[in-house]
């Protein structure tokens, strides 16, 4: 009955509309079959079936962790492989990269993020994808000048990444000349702290700063002695010189 009513009160305001409701009843037939079928719908659409928020997990940054530290990360020093494992040494995803060869450190994320936007300019345009290998998820914190000790480690300042002796920074793939590839990788290392050198897919791992090839296996560098070369002498021992 309310609903009739206010019908009735819509057609009186607009009785244009009233008009063009009667035109389209007349062409077509089925104007009930599609009002019954819409009320249908609806009905069936409740508010707890509509989902207000996205399922999909937010891109996560490599600069910055997703998590925050429960508690304040001390300084540490980057992972050494003492073992002989030659992990993250070598190109896995892209068919270029830049690898670390001095000593490890601890770099700050403002110089990966130069680094990164440097290869980023230089292949403006091009078809490539640029992999991360490291990630800034260690917190750096610092106090203040000429504060006393015993004060604690300070408030949080920057993120860091540790980053072993001949660790691959980054990886490029794509439709990209290794010239051009190199000129890039140039370009960043001399913006990030260390030394560093370009690498392909395919070149050998290497263990601490021993890279495995030449002959050199991992047996070899795991004997507690090398064994000695084929048709070498043995050193002559000392005689207390004659009289």
């Not at 290869?119 to 640029?130: A, E, V």
């Not at 660790?167 to 990030?192: P, Q, T």
């Amino acid at each position: 009955m309310k609903r009739e009513k206010e019908e009735t009160s819509i057609r009186r305001r607009c009785p244009a509309r009233s008009h063009y409701e009667a035109v389209i009843k007349s062409i077509c037939p089925v104007w009930d079959i599609f009002n019954s079928m819409e009320e249908l719908v609806l009905s069936s659409i409740t508010t707890s079936a509509v989902r207000c928020f996205s399922t999909t997990s937010p891109a996560s940054s490599w600069l910055v962790p997703k998590m925050a530290e429960k508690s304040k990360s001390t300084k540490g020093r980057p992972h050494m492989a003492t073992g002989g494992s030659s992990r993250g040494t070598t190109v896995v995803w892209g068919d270029y990269g830049l690898r670390m060869v001095d000593h490890d450190r601890r770099m700050p994320a403002s110089s990966l993020k130069i680094g990164y936007e440097a290869i980023q300019r230089r292949l403006r345009g091009m078809n490539y994808k640029l992999y991360p290998r490291i990630s800034a998820n260690i917190g750096v914190y610092t106090s203040g000048n000429e504060m006393r000790m015993g004060k604690g480690k300070g408030k949080f300042d920057y993120w860091a990444a540790r980053v072993g002796v001949s660790r691959v920074i980054f990886e490029l793939k794509g439709d990209i000349h290794e010239k051009v590839a190199r000129e890039a990788f140039r370009l960043a290392a001399h913006k990030m702290p260390g030394m560093y050198e370009f690498v392909k897919k395919g070149d050998p791992p290497v263990v601490g700063i021993t890279k495995l090839k030449d002959g050199v296996t991992l047996e070899s560098l795991k004997r507690p002695r090398r064994a000695v070369p084929l048709n070498s002498k043995p050193a002559a021992k000392s005689e207390p010189a004659p009289p």
